[in-house]
Structures are given as C-alpha cells and as structure tokens.
C-alpha cells in the first residue's frame, strides 16, 4: 500500500528557511511523478513544486528562486528546501504522488498523499 508521510514543518521568521521531508512506502519514488502542495483555511489546494518521474522539476512562480523539490531515491524521500520564507507561505504542506510520468498542477490527478506538515512564517 502506497504511503507518504510529512515532516519538517515548524514556525519561522520572516527570511527563514525549512526543509520538509516525505518518506514514501509501499513503492519506489522513481516510479512516481511527485509534487509539493499547501493549503489554508477556505483555499483550494496550491500547487507549489512538481518532480516528474524522470526528475524533471517545475515551480510555481510564487516559489521560483526560493523553493527547491528534490528527491533521494535510496532514502525514497523527497524533499522541499524552503528559504527566503514570507508570511504568505504559512500553510499546511502535502506531499502528492502520482503514477502518472507527468506531475502536474491538479491536485485531483495525485491520488496518494501524506497527511501534512504545517508550516508557520512570522513577520
């Protein structure tokens, strides 16, 4: 059974930085196109870094620059290097998966994911 579990969330100050974890189970990482997704009370689920399963990475723009997806494949985890943090990305982070060979912006074509790491960014 598929399984994905968050860690590495916490509270931050402005210009901070985190690194969230998803360790993954049940399959191997590489089989599985991969995203990094947030969410706050009453707003959809946002998209905010994608790993296809071929490694290749896209961003959202609001994180281009400051956010990084990357994937350890003996670890079967991956991860979400977060700097230059600002109040606007406080939010619940999800890790997503996919068996599909493109990752893409839709939450509704993940259907594994974690149960989320919350992530708090003061001013």
């Known amino acids: 059974q598929v399984q994905l579990a968050e860690s590495g969330g916490g509270s931050v100050q402005t210009g901070g930085s985190l690194r969230l974890s998803c360790i993954a189970s049940?399959?191997?990482?590489?089989?599985?196109?991969m995203a990094w997704f947030r969410q706050t009370p009453g707003k959809e689920r946002e998209g905010v870094a994608l790993?296809?399963?071929?490694?290749?990475?896209n961003y959202a723009d609001s994180t281009k620059g400051r956010f990084t997806i990357s994937r350890d494949s003996v670890k079967n985890t991956l991860y979400l290097q977060m700097s230059s943090l600002n109040p606007e990305d406080t939010a619940t982070y999800y890790c997503?998966?996919?068996?599909?060979?493109?990752?893409?912006?839709?939450?509704?074509?993940?259907?594994?994911w974690g149960q989320g790491t919350q992530v708090t960014v003061s001013a």
């Open positions: 997503a998966a996919t068996n599909r060979a493109f990752a893409t912006w839709a939450a509704d074509n993940y259907p594994y």
């Open positions: 790993m296809n399963r071929s490694g290749f990475t």
């Open positions: 049940g399959w191997t990482s590489t089989q599985y196109s």
